[in-house]
């Protein structure tokens, strides 16, 4: 029998409910199975009702609100399938309660039923609850067969000014395999991330800080990944607040050595925080491999993303006004990264998309930059690392440099000396930054060995504008195809190249006072296979032209054609096997041949 009261003697088949929708029936203690069912139908004029087929009694706790009453329900339900509703009210553990064998059972939490459990462990399978505190204490919460959870189950209250950092912190360690955020939580230190977790914004959440913020070993990492297949998504992270600099590193989004196959997607960073160490929004410590950045916009902040992983993948990103390197690849560990189809604005930044300290085997593709302060748009660069590292691709990327007026240098595309085999192909770059006299460059190319083609070099359009001035460093490249236009000179090739020629052929020089220029004594010679169209006063300046190349079993033989064609005194031959420059004595097929130095080689 249906009872409207606990004491009520009335037989009753109906209840009305609340304003709020909330009702409670009552029914007599016993021992019910079998057939010992109810159908329960929720009804209200003008609406379709909505009817529960046989809903148990054993489906409701009743008695004292403690875990031995919880425990006598569910073992009196055994494996039947059943939802177990847990009315309001607190219900006090009294030690470490395992109910996850229950897998058949769903614990449905009416609004205002807490689980107070101190410090002790609760390990619970399935749970149904709306946006309302579900547990309290400072004990381990296990979910074991939930497909998301929410901090507000923990307390968090989304308010945007109430401390949720504890909230969080249970959330994320309760086994959830999602981690739903609704509203706008305020964390005071770091979350430590030891589950495979999405962290699912739904494109509404955000997640800030503010000037109480704790920081770890003088580390900030808002987010301090510390397992495999951690992703974060449409999430708003607000750090604006935070106290900088930071002593140590500042990450917002920090994926530890070892961890893979983190992912940020289509999220948003407001002001990743100054530090003296390094810093960014998102890194990708060594080791922590496959990580992928993708649809994120970074505003005003220390950078975007600094990997030291290998095979990370950033794309279809935007970054506004960074104040450090936007997109970097650090250190021998990283290898195989791709920074592709990027957005980089700003007025305020150095260097955005960069290689450095051995990170090799990278593509930089189809990244757009406007603006640059001073450093370097693409490209690689070492301090540390001093030995050859094997370089990567630029290809298909604009750089406007938007004609700012700095006070230092500025390159548009830079290869640093310790990087070999760079490929340079199809970009764009245009408007370099007047620089009042400073070696501001469209492309400088340092590095041994490589190729440069398909790239156009334009002069900005301001009154102070740079010209689109190549510089070459080292040889053995290839150079062909490419377009510039400059007032003062196109190619510059300059610093102790001997021995390693380059090719160059079929590039379009439009305008300016020199085509290509030598700036040292200690050049290579070119391999002007076609010096292509060149309208500039004096197309070639102190170059040394080289049309020949031969291997020394050639050079050695004087019937070989290196020795009784258009031999003449003086005349370059590059040997490919030694891999040096010679020059000719005399005329004559027995005429030997010198090195650089003088030497008689041949």
Known sequence: SIYATATSAVVINSVTSDSYGNYSFYYEEGNYYGDHTRKLVVSKVGYTSQTYDYHGPSDFVIGTLDDANIASTITAIGSEKATLFIRPGTWNMSGNVDWSSYTNITFKFAPGAIISHGAYTVKIPKIYAGLQQVFSGTGTVTLSKVKEAYPEWFGAEGDGTTDDTVAMQQTSDCGAPVVKLTDSYLLTANIT???????????????????????????????????????????????????????????????????????????????????????????????????????????????????????????????????????VANGTGSTFATFANNHIYTTVASSHILAEEGAANFLFTGNTIYGLIDGIGIGTSTTSVTTQSVGGIISNNIIDGNNATVTAATTGIYSSQYYSNMLIVNNIVRNMPADAGLASRALLFKGKGGTISGNKFYEGTSP?????????????????????????????????????????????????????????????????????????????????????????????????????????TGKAVYNTTTKKVLYSAGTLATDHWYDTAGVDTH
């Open 193 to 327: 991330v030891s589950n495979p977790i999405l962290f699912d914004g739904q494109n509404i959440a955000t997640i800030k800080t503010d000037a109480t913020y704790t920081l770890t070993d003088t580390n900030f990492l808002l987010f301090d990944v510390k397992a495999n297949h951690v992703t974060f998504k449409g999430i708003y992270f607000d750090t604006t607040t935070v106290v900088t600099p930071i002593a140590g590193i500042a990450f917002v989004v920090h994926y530890n050595q070892t961890y893979t196959h983190g992912k940020v997607i289509d999220c948003t960073f407001i002001k990743s925080p100054e530090a003296t160490g390094a810093k960014a929004a998102i890194a990708f410590r060594a080791t922590a491999d496959y990580g992928e950045v993708k649809g994120c916009y970074f505003d005003t902040g220390k950078g975007a993303v600094f990997t030291q992983a290998g095979y990370t993948n950033a794309h279809d990103n935007t970054v506004k006004d960074p104040g450090d390197v936007s997109f």
């Open 464 to 568: 102070n504008y740079t010209t689109a001035e190549i510089t070459l460093y080292a040889g053995a490249i290839t150079v062909s195809g490419n377009t510039s236009t400059a007032t003062n000179r196109h190619w510059y090739v300059t610093g102790d190249n001997t021995n390693l020629p380059i090719s160059f052929s079929a590039n379009e020089m439009i305008g300016g006072v020199y085509g290509i220029q030598d700036g040292s004594s200690t050049n290579a010679p070119f391999a002007l296979n076609n010096l292509g169209t060149c309208t500039a006063t004096s197309p070639i300046d102190g170059i040394t032209v080289l049309l020949n190349y031969a291997t020394t079993t050639q050079l050695t033989n004087k019937a070989a054609i290196i020795n009784t064609m258009d031999k003449y």
